[in-house]
């Protein structure tokens, strides 16, 4: 019987290829052309199709469709997902136990599900026979997980638990079929997700979730980042899945963490890493300001927001080394017991939880993937927000003006940003319930003091710019005004990048490899819709966390006359951004990000960050950012650090003395300590180690992997501010408009009482090659608006030129309020009122409240001396 059972088989599975090769070849599926449309409309959000939502109904036996899955690498260069001719109705049972995936040489078992006994029935057979996975097992798995897991309906607004809930679902169906089937890592990666499951009830479940709409050619972006690639609309969206240059590596091919090496040693706890190889030496670079580290994370935010496990009904981040620790989710970080720092607090466990599952496009199979929350271009959605919730939030929706705090208005100092009312605990540490952080388009503003500074400029810029449009074009609307000026902040942040910030990180020769040098005139005809804007898993957990080598352990206020304040703690300014409450620090701070120089780039990190991250008020320790680094690539699945010098064209590491040309004797020393092998090193750890390239701050790895991601923001960004030809597209005196702008003129335009600064504020200031320069001089030009005037568009209404009503204070929460009106009452304060110029002497200058005694507050407020 098994002669002929293997026979039979082999007759039937021939049989398929045959016809299915030949109708793939016969029935192209050319995708129609989007139809152009210039007029700019809401986000498209389809309603879920409530008579297709049965999930808990037998599951429903599907055809197969057109199309075509490409042989794989390796041992899976024969496996083919298996599809016959087009079809878009329901079939038999028997038509839907053929095949999805053949998987040759893979011991020959064909499974499908048996109703009858309620489970996996297959025929297993030995040799080189074809392993056949069935459309029936693929649903039954799916109905197994579903039913384990529970499948809620979807919400109308597109979110990250919702595409989680799924995300888990799949990988649980990925889990059931990989041990059914008994399949090795590679298939897991390279085979499961060429199963083409629209073709079962995952597709029905699936579309309800993504929702996908038809795109439309317009003028702005939609806040989603859909349909910015016409021909692949779910490239680089918020919500979508990180990509990867290199194929995952998890411990077992699907999602668990990397625990041990490709040669089976188990890998070191990252806090050994942390400790042993990235202490803190204290070394200065000798040009870079820390405006650089500040606006590395400001873009970082602008494209990169991975989704982290909440618990659930409160949403809070689990406690995973206390009351949370069987939190399925939490990933704590195991603290050695002669740990040199967390051992004096006797802390074994440094607390970490697991990024939600995401959700591919298509909803394959397959490995792990990871949510982001943003959209992948540098579009400025950290000033506006990645949805309508939030933009309706921090909106006016007077003007085209951003919600601003005029608390200092009647000291002439200029507007802060609104305060966090919407769950005011989330990011934010609060002396009491009277204090609250600041509110932007990002819910990370409060991360740090310094990134609710570069907040606090660029939403004054936005409001700038739009009083500005509103002054050329007083027919303009509210909405019209709102979407210009966000559409011309996003080229200013790409201008400012790839022309102040990325020559500063890889200098002038890795941006010629990359080509992405900006052009000086014209326009840039290099858009490719070819290119994934997405950004990658190596991104956001190594590459662009090189800037955590640049913190310095205390941030600098400064003078408008460039002068030293004072400084502060970093540890004690995370979470915690309450000195902008005092009128003028604002400017101090930024004075000391453009004057303050930063640590090196090297393996050396501030233990600021690596024994006090988030330190609490009452607790001596806080979390390890570098340890907290090497374990979220670990559980991304992202390879090591001499898979990407692979990838990057660089020699292997084959012993620790390959090593030495490429970082410091004392550092390849101490990895001999604790790794067993090269292979074993982690990405961010080893690139932060290498020696820089001349003219970079970085090394060859990183880059290499920065170099190529922001090639491919550029490159596949249709919305791109120097690309012609489109509704978006600025005209050539515009354009050129944009090329005036550096970072130093908005600091000038929106500060208080700066009246000098360097020409390029990411360096320090140099009397030959980085002047500074008075802010009304010619050399720091401004945007002539008169470019954007628009004297034949259509009437909307009477002028909006901008006046105080526009910015009314905000109905603040009883107790708020005292802390915020009425600023003076001291005769420092008063005289100060009377004669803004005193602001060059650098103490605060009033507070929020009245009645506010800097020397006695529960704030944890102090006045320093004079």
Not at 365 to 375: C, D, F, K, Y
Not at 595 to 624: C, I, R, W, Y
Request: glycine fraction near 8%.
């Amino acid at each position: 019987m098994t002669a002929i059972r293997r026979l039979l088989w082999a007759a039937v599975l021939c049989s398929i290829i045959q016809t299915s090769l030949q109708e793939a070849a016969a029935n192209p599926d050319p995708k129609p052309a989007p139809k152009p449309d210039a007029k700019p409309d809401a986000e498209p959000v389809p309603e879920a199709n409530a008579d297709a939502y049965q999930y808990h109904e037998a599951p429903p036996h599907f055809g197969f469709h057109g199309g075509y899955a490409g042989g794989l690498g390796g041992g899976l260069a024969s496996a083919r997902a298996i599809h016959s001719s087009a079809s878009s109705h329901h079939t038999t049972g028997g038509e839907h136990s053929h095949c999805a995936l053949l998987i040759p040489g893979h011991g020959g078992k064909s499974s499908h599900f048996d109703h009858a006994f309620g489970g996996f029935n297959g025929i297993h057979s030995g040799g080189d026979s074809v392993t056949c996975i069935t459309f029936r097992s693929v649903d039954a798995a799916f109905s197994k997980a579903r039913d384990r897991l529970g499948l809620p309906r979807p919400k109308k607004e597109d979110n990250a638990e919702q595409r989680a809930e799924l995300g888990a679902i799949l990988l649980e169906t990925t889990r059931l079929i990989a041990k059914e089937y008994r399949l090795p890592k590679d298939v897991i990666v390279n085979g499961l997700p060429l199963i083409d499951t629209h073709k079962t009830i995952i597709g029905t479940v699936c579309s309800d979730f993504t929702r996908p709409a038809p795109c439309k050619i317009q003028k702005y972006r939609l806040i989603s980042g859909r349909c910015n690639n016409l021909e692949n609309p779910h490239w680089g969206t918020a919500m979508s899945t990180f990509k990867r240059f290199l194929l995952p590596e998890y411990e077992d091919g699907l999602d668990r963490p990397r625990e041990h090496s490709k040669h089976g040693y188990e890998l070191p706890s990252p806090r050994v890493v942390s400790a042993h190889i990235h202490r803190d030496e204290g070394l200065h670079d000798h040009a870079i300001t820390i405006m650089a580290v500040a606006w590395g994370q400001a873009i970082d935010h602008d494209m990169t927001l991975t989704a982290e496990t909440k618990l659930p009904g409160t949403l809070d981040d689990p406690k995973c080394c206390g009351r949370d620790r069987n939190f399925p989710a939490c990933l704590p970080i195991t603290v050695p017991e002669e740990d040199p720092f967390y051992s004096l607090f006797k802390q074994n466990c440094i607390s970490m939880v697991r990024s939600r599952p995401g959700l591919t496009h298509k909803c394959k199979l397959g490995p792990r993937t990871q949510i982001n929350e943003v959209a992948s271009y540098l579009d400025a959605n950290w000033i506006y927000g990645n949805n309508e919730r939030i933009s309706n939030r921090i909106r006016l929706y007077k003007g085209g003006l951003l919600k601003a705090l005029p608390v200092f208005r009647e000291f002439g100092l200029k507007d802060m940003l609104p305060l966090k009312l919407v769950e005011p605990e989330n990011g934010c540490i609060r002396p009491n319930n009277e204090v609250f952080c600041f509110d932007a388009g990002d819910s990370r503003v409060n991360e740090q003091l310094v990134l609710a500074v570069i907040h606090t400029l660029f939403m004054r810029e936005h409001n700038r710019i739009v009083i500005e449009l509103s002054k050329v074009n007083p027919h303009w609307d509210d909405e019209k005004l709102f979407q210009e000026g966000k559409h011309l902040m996003a080229a200013i942040i790409q201008h400012i990048t790839y022309n102040e910030f990325l020559p500063m990180i890889l200098g002038k020769d890795m941006m010629q490899k990359h080509s992405i040098i900006l052009e000086k005139h014209g326009y840039f005809d290099g858009y490719n819709p070819k290119v994934d804007a997405s950004v990658t898993s190596q991104f956001i957990t190594a590459s662009f966390r090189f800037g955590h080598s640049l913190l310095p352990s205390t941030i600098e206020r400064w003078s408008p006359n460039h002068k030293y304040i004072a400084s502060q703690r970093l540890s004690e300014m995370l979470r915690q951004p309450y000195d902008l409450y005092k009128g003028g620090w604002c400017d101090q701070y930024i004075m000391g990000l453009c004057n303050q120089v930063a640590q090196a780039m090297d393996d050396a990190v501030s233990q600021e960050v690596t024994n006090h991250l988030f330190q609490e008020p009452n607790k001596k320790f806080g979390l390890d950012l570098a340890a907290i680094n090497m374990q979220r690539a670990r559980e991304h699945g992202v390879p090591s650090y001499n898979d990407f010098r692979e990838f990057c064209g660089l020699p292997r590491i084959h012993s620790w003395s390959d090593l030495g040309g490429w970082m410091a004797n004392k550092t390849v020393n101490r990895y001999t300590d604790i790794y067993r092998h090269p292979d074993d090193m982690d990405l961010w750890s080893g690139g932060v180690s290498e020696r820089p390239l001349p003219g970079s701050m970085v090394g060859p790895t990183f880059s290499c992997l920065i170099g190529l991601s922001f090639k491919d923001l550029r490159y596949g960004d249709r919305y791109w501010y120097e690309n012609p030809g489109n509704p978006s597209s600025f005209s050539p005196h515009q354009l050129e408009e944009i090329r005036k702008v550096k970072l130093s003129r908005i600091i000038c335009d929106n500060s208080d009482d700066i009246k000098k600064m360097q020409v390029y504020v990411m360096v320090l200031p140099d009397h030959d090659i980085n002047p500074r320069v008075p802010c009304n001089s010619g050399v720091l030009p401004r945007i002539d608006f008169s470019k954007w005037a628009d004297p034949h568009g259509p009437h909307h209404g009477g002028p909006h030129h901008v006046s105080g009503a526009h910015l009314q204070r905000l109905d603040l929460p009883p107790g708020t309020r005292k802390h915020f009106d009425n600023p003076g009452g001291s005769d420092e304060e008063t005289n100060i009122g009377a004669a803004p110029d005193l602001l060059n002497v650098g103490p605060p200058l009033s507070s929020y409240s009245s009645d506010y005694n800097p020397l006695n507050t529960d704030f944890g407020f102090t006045k320093p001396d004079d």
